[in-house]
């Protein structure tokens, strides 16, 4: 592999009838790593947004379809730290502020919640989340035959979109 890493920019849309019934079997189709190569894998590092078709801008965490649907993902694909384009808003079409993390990490909670529940409900549920995205990443950085300063690159990328959070708990 070459010393720089070189992103493909994927977004990915989930169609309202994917996010209606919580269908991720196209997705995982393209993005299982089970079904990629190494190289493939590799080119993935970083590079996947998501689309949500037909979800209001907002709070995404509150709504039950996406919640369904990104909850489902991620109990079969727990690989969002490594693909996931941490530069970009979970779902650019969306309007979400949120960190891609964060967001996501908001989704497979318990239930949903608002941001004064963060600091007392979810602080075990985002350590644990954290901690799961750094196994991810250096489980498939290694895979792919990351370079292990970009692995350390991506570690701290992880940590600053939990950072605003985990600080006031």
């Known amino acids: 592999m070459k010393d720089k890493i070189q992103k493909q920019h994927i977004i990915y849309p989930f169609q309202r009838s994917e996010i209606s019934t ?11 790593p089970a079904r990629l190569s190494n190289s493939q894998v590799a080119e993935l590092f970083g ?3 998501f689309q949500l078709e037909g979800i209001d801008a907002g709070e995404i965490h509150t709504q039950s379809e996406p919640r369904i649907l990104l909850r489902r993902l991620h109990a079969i694909w727990p690989w969002a730290a490594y693909f ?16 891609p993390l964060l967001a996501l990490a908001m989704c497979v909670a318990d239930r ?20 799961r995205s750094h196994e991810a990443v ?13 692995v350390a690159a991506r570690h701290r990328a ?4 939990f950072q605003p959070y985990l600080q006031k708990i």
């Open 138 to 150: 250096d489980r498939l950085g290694k895979r792919a035959g990351i370079p292990a300063r970009y």
């Open 158 to 161: 992880i940590d600053r979109q």
């Open 47 to 49: 590079g996947i947004c």
């Open 84 to 99: 996931l384009n941490l530069d970009q808003p979970l779902g650019p079409a969306v309007g979400l502020n949120k960190t």
């Open 22 to 32: 919580g269908d991720v079997r196209e997705f995982l189709t393209k993005y299982d």
């Open 112 to 131: 949903p919640f608002d941001e004064k529940q963060i600091l007392h409900i979810v602080k075990p549920q985002l350590r644990r989340f954290q901690f």
